[in-house]
T-cell receptor
Framework: GAGVSQSPRYKVAKRGQDVALRCDPISGHVSLFWYQQALGQGPEFLTYFQNEAQLDKSGLPSDRFFAERPEGSVSTLKIQRTQQEDSAVYLC???????????????FGPGTRLTVT | AQSVSQHNHHVILSEAASLELGCNYSYGGTVNLFWYVQYPGQHLQLLLKYFSGDPLVKGIKGFEAEFIKSKFSFNLRKPSVQWSDTAEYFCAVNARAGGFKTIFGAGTRLFVKA
């Protein structure tokens, strides 16, 4: 596709509900990142995939957060039993290459704004 | 732990004024440095990047940044801003030995008055 797409763009969930956020990276991009961006803050790293392998999940804030990329393209970020502090914009980014010394230009999607009521 | 500090949260300039946005990071090893920009209603996009070599890096739309290793800084500059530069600017750092994380600063909102 032309760019990284994310769906839904907006999601309202009641506290305790499970949500699933989808990311379609640019076709052929090997690397995929998820970030959480709270209001007035910069993006905060959640997890990194190289193809289907989740190489770093150190930024996931709790075991309620789970991400997968089973076929090395589309990725889903799942949040179980949502809490109010999960309200944020969730950004997905993809990069063409592997994580070679970290020098990857990341192409960001529009984000999913999650509001937990 | 790595961190990135952007000194100004909000900057207001008139057109043709010069711009300098400060960025400092805390990490003692080798780093890759980035500036990303988010124009109103658009996605985050890369403005410029530094991996190695000449510490003065030129990016799109007349922006440049200078890496000063001794000061742990990567300030963004533009000699003459335009109304269309109104956006939010994020400095970001990746420590090459620090895994897969890119650490972003909190952002600076720039408003350019026409």
């Amino acid at each position: 596709g032309a760019g990284v797409s994310q769906s839904p763009r907006y999601k309202v969930a009641k506290r305790g509900q499970d949500v699933a956020l989808r990311c379609d990276p640019i076709s052929g991009h090997v690397s995929l990142f998820w970030y959480q961006q709270a209001l007035g803050q910069g993006p905060e790293f959640l997890t990194y995939f190289q193809n289907e392998a989740q190489l770093d999940k150190s930024g996931l804030p709790s075991d309620r957060f789970f991400a997968e990329r089973p076929e090395g393209s589309v990725s889903t970020l799942k949040i179980q039993r949502t809490q109010q502090e999960d309200s944020a914009v969730y950004l997905c980014a993809s990069s063409l290459g592997n994580w070679d010394r970290g020098g990857l230009e990341q192409y960001f999607g529009p984000g999913t704004r999650l509001t937990v009521t | 732990a790595q961190s990135v500090s952007q000194h100004n949260h909000h900057v207001i300039l008139s057109e043709a004024a010069s711009l300098e946005l400060g960025c400092n990071y805390s990490y003692g090893g080798t780093v890759n440095l980035f500036w990303y920009v988010q124009y109103p209603g658009q996605h985050l996009q890369l403005l410029l990047k530094y991996f190695s070599g000449d510490p003065l890096v030129k990016g799109i739309k007349g922006f440049e940044a200078e890496f000063i290793k001794s000061k742990f800084s990567f300030n963004l500059r533009k000699p003459s801003v335009q109304w269309s530069d109104t956006a939010e600017y994020f400095c970001a750092v990746n420590a090459r030995a620090g895994g897969f994380k890119t650490i972003f600063g909190a952002g600076t909102r720039l408003f350019v008055k026409a």
